[in-house]
Each structure stands twice: as structure tokens, then as C-alpha cells.
């Protein structure tokens, strides 16, 4: 018996693993389905084994392709959708000499960083022949991308996870989120704005975790920067932090969110907070308000305490744990979606990206187990967010909020993944 056969001995493995071939290629599995998958690795055809090979190093542009891709398109055979019409023009204001007057219109409620993109993206299809709305869907896109890989290797540092195995599962968590219908969503209605936020919010936990907290602040001034709602998921700067830490990273936070906002403020007409939403049928609230309700920026003051406390909560929960990362993040966007007015479909691509950072990063199963339990998450909740939120209503929506929320403070600490987990 060889050397490389000896340990495959000792696990007890059952007669015959020795002779499949996956001890000459020196892998070792500890459970049983993590022997099937590599049995069905041996069994790949070698294209197909390359293929994923070459596919997981450059998985960065690979990302990025698929991402852009499925805005552009997504926006070229539906758009102009959602709120492309308001976006594009405020980024051409933005641009330009009047620029203190971006947000002079009260409808528009997403924050300068956001608009800027679509500034620059129109500046690109200018004098092309192509809708300006494209090129706000390509520079969207391809910040997501970079933030969905950014934020993915972010959550698998802090769950141990070997170099191979991060990025096995950075490229999974990516395309599963960009083609299961995710992504497509929020491209057509114009708003990758959340996705953005979402991802930000979740960078700005991870480095609060690593003890940075100045530059946590300065990440969630960015999100913040996007779109105000961010200012919900301020739970996110006290991950691990003591009072000095916490007072460190707030003021940062400040700094950077007067930057972004301050010289509209103060050289500018700002109207933001003139805007008034109505409570409508599919939305939690409708099973309070009746429809038709003004939803004030008052009634926003209360949804964002909620939502500010549940984050806490969360936190608490997860006890400076990994999965304090994402479940904080995830409780805040549930509690903000819990009480909102409206019930848009693409308010849950966010939420339900979080859910999948934390499954793919913290996940016992095996590359192959994550990607079916991941697909089995992804596309039931995205298609029943399509077809029957406006039949099932209020209830199904409210349903999928409290859900998430007794995730967040029902998951309790858990030890990271192993170094060398398939």
C-alpha cells in the first residue's frame, strides 16, 4: 500500500475508493457526499474539468461579463423601466454646470454616487445612437460585479475558507445570484442601486469585524452615498467594536456622508424629503394603513428605528460571530421591507443576496451540495416574487420579512468552515 493510499485506509473509506482514482490525484473526503462529488469530479470529462478550472481563475472577468451582460440586455428588450427616466436626466445634471440642482425633484430619492453612474453612462452612449438608459445599465453592472466579488471574498476570509475553495464559491455565489433571475430584476426596474447598497453595507460589516473601523465608516458613508436607507443598517459599524471603536467608525461614517451630501446642501435646492409614498395593496403595512394611505417621512422615521433595531438584534444574536457579516445587514433590510409602503419586486434581490453570501460562505456541504441547496433558496423565492406577490399579497411578503428576521436572531455563533472544505 503507498503513502498516498495509507490515509484513505484509515478513514475507513469503503474497498474500492482506492481504485477510483481519486487517491493517485490526492484528494481526501470526510464524509459521503464530499466522496460522491469527487467520485463525479474523476468522472468529468477532462474539457469539462478544464473548463471549471479556467472558469474559477478567471472569475473575475468572467463576472463581470455575465453581470453586464444580463443588465444590458435585460434592459435593452424591456427598458426604459422603472425609474430610468428620472435616473438618467438627474445624472446628466449632475455633470453639468447646474449640478448643485440635482435634486431639486423631490421624486428622486437615490443619492449622488448612484446618480453619477448614470451621469457617466449617458456621457458614454452620447453621440453612439444607443438609449442613454444602456450606459447607466452598464456602469451599474459592472460596480455590482466588482462589489459582489469584493464583498464575497470579504465574508469567505472571515469563515476560513482555503484560497481554491473562496473562489470556487465567489464564482458559484455570483452567477447563481446574476442567472437565477436576481440581477435581471433589478436591471429592469432600473434600481441596482439596493444591490449596491446591500453590498456595501456587507463590506462595511466585514471590515468593522477585521477591527478597521475608520474605513468601515467610510464604506457605509459610501452606502449611504447610494441611497439613504442605508443609515438603517447601522448596527453594521458595531460588529465587534468597543465605545471607542464605535464613536471611530460613526465619525468617519459623518465625514464621508457630508462629503457626498453636504455641498447639494448648501450651494443647491434639495427636495428629497418633500416626497410623500402611499401605502399600496401587496405591501406589509396594508395590513395596518388602507390603501391609499400618504406614508410621510414621519412614518419613514418609524420604519427605519425598526429596522435600526432589528439589525441590533441581530447583532447581539451572532455575537461577534462570522455570521454577524451578513445577518445583520439581511435583519435590517427585512425589518426596512417589513414596514414599507410599497412591495416592488425589486426590493428582494438585495435581501435574498445576503441570505445567499451567508450560505455559500458558511455552508458545511460540499461546492456541489452548496450550488443545489443555493439554486433551491434563489429561484422558488425569486419566481414566487414575480408571479405572487400581487396574489398572494400583504401576507406572503410580511411572511418572507419575519422569516428572515427570526434568521438573524435564531442563528447563533457558529465556528467558521475549515481550511480544506470541498
Known amino acids: ?18 481504485a477510483s482514482g481519486l487517491t493517485r490525484l490526492g484528494l481526501s473526503a470526510r464524509t459521503w457526499l464530499e466522496r460522491e462529488e469527487q467520485r463525479l469530479l474523476v468522472s468529468c470529462p477532462r474539457r469539462l474539468t478544464r473548463a471549471a478550472a479556467v472558469a474559477t481563475r478567471f472569475r473575475l472577468g468572467l463576472l463581470v461579463t455575465v453581470y453586464v451582460t444580463v443588465a ?20 446628466r445634471v449632475l455633470l453639468s454646470r447646474d449640478w448643485a440642482d440635482t435634486f431639486a425633484s423631490a421624486n428622486l430619492q437615490s443619492g449622488p454616487l448612484f446618480v453619477a453612474l448614470h451621469g457617466i453612462g449617458s456621457a458614454l452612449t452620447a ?12 456602469c451599474t453592472a459592472l460596480c455590482n460585479a466588482l462589489l459582489t466579488v469584493a464583498a464575497s471574498r470579504a465574508v469567505m ?29 433589478v436591471s429592469i426596474y432600473a434600481h441596482p442601486d439596493d444591490v449596491m447598497v446591500t453590498l456595501l453595507l456587507v463590506l462595511a460589516a466585514s471590515r468593522a469585524a477585521e477591527g478597521r473601523y475608520t474605513l468601515a465608516g467610510t464604506v457605509f458613508g459610501l452606502a449611504v452615498g447610494v441611497k439613504l436607507w442605508a443609515l438603517v443598517a447601522v448596527a453594521v459599524l458595531l460588529v465587534r467594536a468597543s465605545r471607542r471603536d464605535a464613536v471611530r467608525s460613526a465619525a468617519a461614517a459623518v465625514a464621508t456622508i457630508a462629503v457626498v451630501y453636504g455641498p447639494f446642501f448648501v450651494l443647491g435646492h434639495v427636495n428629497t424629503f418633500h416626497w410623500a409614498w402611499q401605502v399600496e395593496d401587496p405591501a406589509p403595512m396594508n395590513l395596518v394603513l388602507a390603501t391609499g394611505t400618504n406614508f410621510t417621512w414621519y412614518l419613514r422615521l418609524l420604519q427605519a428605528g425598526v429596522a435600526a433595531a432589528a439589525g441590533l438584534v441581530a447583532l447581539r444574536s451572532a455575537r461577534g460571530g462570522p455570521n454577524a457579516i451578513w445577518l445583520v445587514p439581511a435583519a435590517a433590510i427585512a425589518g426596512r421591507l417589513l414596514l414599507d409602503p410599497r412591495a416592488m419586486v425589486y426590493y428582494y434581490p438585495p435581501l435574498l443576496l445576503c441570505l445567499l453570501l451567508g450560505q455559500w460562505a458558511g455552508s458545511p456541504l460540499s461546492t456541489f451540495g452548496t450550488t443545489l441547496t443555493s439554486l433551491a433558496l434563489a429561484v422558488p423565492v425569486i419566481a414566487i416574487f414575480v408571479v405572487a406577490t400581487h396574489t398572494l399579497g400583504s401576507l406572503w411578503v410580511a411572511g418572507f420579512c419575519l422569516g428572515v428576521l427570526v434568521l438573524a436572531t435564531r442563528r447563533r455563533r457558529i465556528q467558521p468552515v475549515r481550511a480544506g472544505t470541498p
Open 127 to 138: 453621440g453612439s445612437g444607443l438609449p442613454p438608459y444602456l450606459g447607466g445599465g452598464f
Open 72 to 91: 444590458v440586455v435585460s434592459q435593452w428588450l424591456f427598458g426604459p423601466g422603472g425609474d430610468s427616466a428620472v435616473f438618467g436626466p438627474a445624472g
Open 157 to 185: 476570509r472571515h469563515y476560513r475558507l482555503t484560497a481554491h475553495d473562496s473562489a470556487v464559491r465567489e464564482l458559484g455565489l455570483g452567477l447563481v445570484f446574476a442567472l437565477t433571475g436576481g440581477l435581471w430584476l
Open 1 to 18: 500500500m503507498s503513502a498516498l493510499d495509507a490515509p484513505a485506509r484509515q478513514r475507513g473509506d469503503r474497498p474500492g475508493f482506492e
